[in-house]
C-alpha cells in the first residue's frame, strides 16, 4: 500500500513497486478511516510505504510500514532480478460498489505496456513534452497520467493543489509550466475560459460524456481527444480517431469515444450477445490485453461482469461496461448513457443520457443533467438542470419544455426544469446528482381566477391531482408536472365530481380547467372541442406574398428541406441527397451551423441513413420555424433566396397534448414565412407536408370516402391541435395557390417504418397501445381495426419523385395504404417472435393494464370500449391517384408483408422500446 502526498517521492515509489514486478495500492489520507480500513483489510498487502507525517493523519491499519525515506538511504545499485510477470498485478484501484463497500480492481501489468504504446501513437507523447498531474492517486486517471509522463520520455509536471483547480489559476499553470498535454473530465473544462489553453496543447477529455459545445469551442487550434474507459480496462478503451488536418476531433462531429486503443477489442451488444447495427444502441463489451484480472476476492462479481467472450476461440473474457454506445456509420462507436442511467417512467423505459444530449443542442444551454425524482411517495417524474452558457440565457421551463418536445417523445419531455448557476460536481469531477435540488411545486395560480361553479370544481380537482395551491382555469395541466397516469387520476376525480368520464385523449387535446369546462358542457357524443380561437378566420396570408417572381430551371439552385431532424425528413434528406446533383439545404433550429449539423447526422445515424460521404452534400441552416423571418439573418434569407430550388416543408411541431394557440408559431407561421421566401425566389414550387388528420374522424353509421378533392371540412371537429394547426396551414398554402404561387399539399396517413430495415419511430399511439398489450401478455377481445399504416420508405420516395417532376401548381396527393394489415396480423407476428398474447376480455384486459403502473396502455383507460382505437372511425381514403401518378414516376407501394412486420417489431425490441418475448413485464 502507498500513502503519499503528491510529490516525486510519490512517483519513484510508484515507479519502484512497478520495475520490482509488485502491485501497489493507492491511500488516499483525506479518506475516511472506515473505508481506507477496509481496503486495507480486503487487500491485505504486505508493506505500507508512507512518510511520518502522512502516517500520523492514517487510522490504525493491520499492515506494518515502512518510511520511504529511510528506503532511500540503502537503494541497491543492482538492477531487479528479471522483468514483471505480464500477468502479475500492477495496482490495485478500488472503486464505488453497489453494497456501499468499495471494491477492488486488480489491474495487470500487461495492460500497462499496452497503455503506454496508446500514449505514444494516439496522442504523440515523447520526449520534450510536458504531462500535467492532476489526479489523485486514487484515481486510475493518476496512473493515465504518470503513464503518459514518464513512460514515454516526457516530463510530468507536478504542482500543488491550489495551483490545478479549474479555471484562471489551472490556466495560468499550463502556461508557466508549458504544459503540453494535460487530462480533465468535460465539466472541468467547461469552467475554463475560452482561450485560455494555448492553441497546440494537446487536452484529454475522460470521465464523463462530452457536450458538443466543448468540442466546437476547444477543438480548433488544439488536440482535442475524446477517451473512454472503466478501470476495469487500464484506465482506456476507445479513443477518438487521429485526425492530422483538425485535431483528433473535427468541431462539427458527434463526440465519439472512438475507436479501440492497442490491445482492446470492443463489441456492442444486445440481450443475446449478438451484435447490433450501426445506430442501434446496445451495451458495450471490451475484450483484450488489457482487461483486467477481475475484482480482489469478489469471484462471484468477477464471473458476472468477466464473462466468456463468444468471438474469441482462444476461450478469452469480455467485460460488461454497463455502459450504452452504438456504431455510427463510420466505425466509431459514441457513447450514450449507463444501463443504469434507462429508468423506467410510466411503461417507457428513458435514456437519461438522450435527454441531455437534447437539451445541450438548444440554443444557450451550456450543459444538463436529467434525473427522475420521487420527491413526494408514489409522485415519479422527470426533471432537468440546465447552466447557461457563458454570456448566454437558458429558456423558461415553459421554452425548454415545448423545444424538447419537438426532438423528444412526450415521454421523456422533463415535468420541470431548473436553471442553476453550476451543476455539482464530485471530488473527481463529475455530476454529482445527489447534490441537484429538488424543483420548487408552485402553478402559475395568478393567472385568470375561476368564474363557475364547474370550473371552481375543477380547479380544485386539478390542484389537488397536482399536489400544488391553486391552478388558474388557463394553466396547462401537463405544464405543471402532470402526466399520463397523474391523468388518470384526474379523469377519475372529474368523474366523481361530476359523472362524466373523460378519456385521456380528451384531456391531451385539452389540458387547461376552460378547455375541460367546455368538454364537459358539450353534448355526450358531440364531437370535437370548440374552444379557442376561430380557426377560419386565421386563414389569412400576408398580401405581399404574391407570384412576381419569374421561375425557371437555373444552375446552381438546391432544394431546401425543413424537419430533417424528424422522422419521416431523416428518408426525406437521404433520399433528396440520392436524386440531386449538389448539396441540400436544411433549416434546422439549432444555434448556428456545426449544432445545426450534428442534430442532422445523429438524426441519420438513428435510423441507420447516414453514410460519411453526406458530410459534404448536406448543408446545416440555422433557423427556427417559430421564430420571425424563421430566425434568419438578412444575408442567410437573401443567399437562400438566390439558390432556393424545390422547397420541401415537412417541418412542424408535432405534440398532441398541445392547443393550436402553442402551435401556431412552428405550424402557421412558419409556413407563411417559408411562402414568403417562394414568392422572393425563382423556386419551382412549395410542397407542404400535411396529414390526413386535416379530415376529422366520421362516426355516423355510413362510411365516408375520402379523395384527393374532398374538402377538409369544418375544423372544430378537428380532435386535437396539432390537426387545426396543420388545416390553417394548409388554408394559407391554399391562398397562395390562389394567387398564382406553384404549391403542392402532401398528405401522408399514419407513417410506419422502412420496409427494408424495419426503422420505425414510436411516438404514434398505436404503437403504444401493442407495446401496453406485449407488456400485459394479452389483448382485447375487440374487432381488430386496419393499422392504415404507410411505409416510410415509400412516402419520402414519392414525395422527393413529385418534387423533382413538372408541377402546374395546386396539386393534392393522399398517402394512404388500402392494404395495410390489420392489428391481428401484427400481434399473430409478435407471437411468431415468442410472445405470449392471450384474447381476454376487455374489462380483464383493462384490469392487467390499469395493475401495472408502467404498461403504456394507460394512456387508453377511460375510453369507451365501443371507442377505443378508433374503431368507429367511418373514414375511407381513396388515393388511387396518387398512386397512379407515382407509379409513372417509377415508385410503388411496397405490401406491409409479415417478414416486415416481423422487421418492425425487432427493430423496436433491439432499440429497447418493446419489451423481448418472455419479458412483458419487465419491460427493459
Known sequence: AVALP????????????????????????????????????????????????????????????????????????????????????????????????????????????????????????????RVLHLASVSFDAAFWEMCMGLFTGACLEIDERDALLPGPALAGTVRERGVTHLTLPPAALAVMPPGSLPEGTTIALAGEACPPHLVHTWARGRYLVNAYGPTETTVCATMSAFQPADGPLAPDRT???????????????????????????????????????????????????????????????????????RWTADGELVYVARVDDQVKLRGFRIELGEIEAALTALPGVGSACAMVREDRPGDRRLVAYT???????????????????????????????????????????????????APERTAPGEGTA????????????????????????????????????????????????????????????????????????????????????????EVRLAPDITATVRRGARPGARPLLTGA????????????????????????????????????????????????RYETLVNAVPGDLAAPGLGLTPEDRMALVRRLGPVLHNGARVNFAAGYGDLRAPNVAGTEELLRLLADSASPGLHYISTTSVFAPAT?????????????????????????????????????AARGLPVTVHRPGRISGDTATGACQNRDLLWQLIKGCLQAGAVPDLPYGSTDWVPVDYVSRAVVALAGAVQTGGEVYHFTNPDAPDLGRVFAAAARLGHELNTVPVEEWQARVAADPDNAAQLFLGDEPQTRHEA?????????????????????????????????????????????????????
Open 6 to 129: 503528491r510529490d516525486r517521492e510519490l512517483l519513484v515509489t510508484l515507479l519502484g513497486v512497478l520495475k520490482a514486478g509488485a502491485a501497489y495500492v493507492p491511500l488516499d489520507p483525506d479518506y475516511p478511516a472506515r473505508r481506507l480500513t477496509h481496503m486495507v483489510e480486503d487487500s491485505r498487502p504486505r508493506l505500507l510505504l508512507t512518510t511520518p507525517e502522512v502516517r500520523e493523519r492514517l487510522p490504525e491499519l493491520p499492515v506494518p510500514y515502512v518510511h520511504v525515506r529511510d528506503l532511500v538511504q540503502g537503494t541497491a545499485s543492482a538492477p531487479a532480478p528479471g522483468d514483471p510477470d505480464p500477468a502479475h498485478p500492477a495496482y490495485v484501484i478500488y472503486t464505488s460498489g453497489s453494497t456501499g463497500l468499495p471494491k477492488g480492481v486488480v489491474v495487470t501489468h500487461q495492460g500497462v505496456g499496452a497503455l503506454a504504446r496508446t500514449h505514444a501513437e494516439r496522442l504523440r507523447v515523447g520526449p520534450g513534452d
Open 565 to 612: 431532424s424528424g422522422f419521416l425528413g431523416a428518408f426525406l434528406l437521404r433520399d433528396l441527397i440520392e436524386s440531386t446533383d449538389g448539396p441540400v439545404d436544411c433549416l434546422v433550429r439549432a444555434e448556428d451551423p456545426l449544432r445545426a449539423a450534428e442534430r442532422l447526422r445523429a438524426n441519420l445515424e438513428h435510423y441507420g441513413l447516414w453514410q460519411s
Open 450 to 537: 375561476p368564474r363557475t361553479d364547474l370550473e371552481r370544481e375543477l380547479c380544485a380537482a386539478f390542484a389537488e391531482t397536482l399536489g400544488v395551491p391553486r391552478v388558474g382555469v388557463h394553466d396547462d395541466f401537463f405544464a405543471l408536472g402532470g402526466h399520463s397516469l397523474l391523468a388518470v387520476t384526474l379523469a377519475q376525480r372529474i368523474e366523481e365530481r361530476r359523472g362524466r368520464r373523460l378519456s385521456l385523449r380528451d384531456l391531451f387535446a385539452a389540458p387547461t380547467v376552460e378547455g375541460v369546462a367546455r368538454l364537459l358542457e358539450r353534448t355526450p357524443g358531440e364531437q370535437g372541442y370548440a374552444g379557442g380561437p376561430d380557426l377560419a378566420a
Open 700 to 736: 355516423g353509421p355510413d362510411p365516408v370516402v375520402v379523395t384527393e378533392s374532398t374538402p377538409t371540412g369544418p375544423p372544430a371537429d378537428l380532435p386535437d391541435g396539432y390537426a387545426r394547426s396543420k388545416w390553417v396551414a394548409e388554408g394559407l398554402v391554399g391562398l397562395a
Open 387 to 437: 447552466v447557461a452558457e457563458e454570456g448566454q440565457r437558458v429558456p423558461d421551463g415553459t421554452e425548454l419544455r415545448a423545444r424538447l418536445a419537438e426532438t423528444l417523445p412526450d415521454h421523456m419531455v422533463p415535468a420541470a426544469c431548473v436553471t442553476l448557476d453550476t451543476l455539482p460536481l464530485t471530488p473527481n469531477g463529475k455530476t454529482d446528482r445527489r447534490a441537484l435540488p
Open 872 to 924: 368507429m372511425d367511418r373514414r375511407r381514403f381513396d388515393s388511387h391517384q396518387t398512386a397512379k401518378a407515382v407509379d409513372t414516376l417509377g415508385v410503388h407501394q411496397p405490401d406491409l408483408t409479415d417478414e416486415v412486420l416481423t422487421r418492425y417489431l425487432t427493430w423496436f425490441q433491439r432499440t429497447g422500446f418493446l419489451p423481448e418475448p418472455g419479458k412483458g413485464g419487465t419491460d427493459r
Open 255 to 325: 463526440v465519439p469515444i472512438g475507436v479501440p486503443v492497442d490491445g482492446t477489442r470492443v463489441h456492442v451488444l444486445d440481450d443475446r450477445l449478438a451484435p447490433v447495427p450501426p445506430g442501434v444502441v446496445g451495451e458495450l463489451y471490451v475484450s483484450g490485453a488489457s482487461l483486467a484480472r477481475g475484482y480482489h476476492e469478489r469471484p462471484a462479481l468477477t464471473a458476472t461482469r468477466f464473462v466468456a467472450d463468444p468471438f474469441d476461440r482462444a476461450g478469452g473474457r469480455m467485460y460488461r461496461t454497463g455502459d450504452l454506445a
